[in-house]
Nanobody, 122 residues
């Protein structure tokens, strides 16, 4: 089992940047594929990005491609989401998740954090 704790959310103006972090504890962090998801009020949770165990392969949703970058540091048991050129449509509760496959479906991730709120003002 792994425990996940997100941090780094906040309120920023449109065009700004944030870096989210997700610290993992428990079983070996490097044995998990890691993902970031987000959920806006009244909407379903959606895929943002995912990264393989070694950090060499990533996938990003089309809506964030070129603006967001997922990365991980297995020595620090942490996965990151660098978010640039933020806009109000990025406002959501952002979750990190751990799973076994480099996929976009929430159903394929076994462990979830509590989320960190990101709010973008126009």
């Amino acid at each position: 089992q792994v425990q996940l704790v997100e941090s780094g959310g906040g309120l920023v103006q449109a065009g700004g940047s944030l870096r989210l972090s997700c610290a993992a504890s428990g079983r070996t962090f490097s044995s998990y594929v890691m993902g970031w998801f987000r959920q806006a009020p009244g909407k379903e949770r959606e895929f943002v990005a995912t990264i393989n165990r070694s950090g060499t392969i990533t996938r990003h949703a089309d809506s964030v491609k070129g603006r967001f970058t997922i990365s991980r540091d297995n020595a620090k048991n942490t996965v990151y989401l660098q978010m640039n050129s933020l806009n109000p449509e990025d406002t959501a509760l952002y979750y990190c998740a751990a799973g076994d496959a480099l996929v976009t479906s929430t159903l394929q991730y076994d462990y979830w954090g509590q989320g960190t709120q990101v709010t973008i003002s126009s």
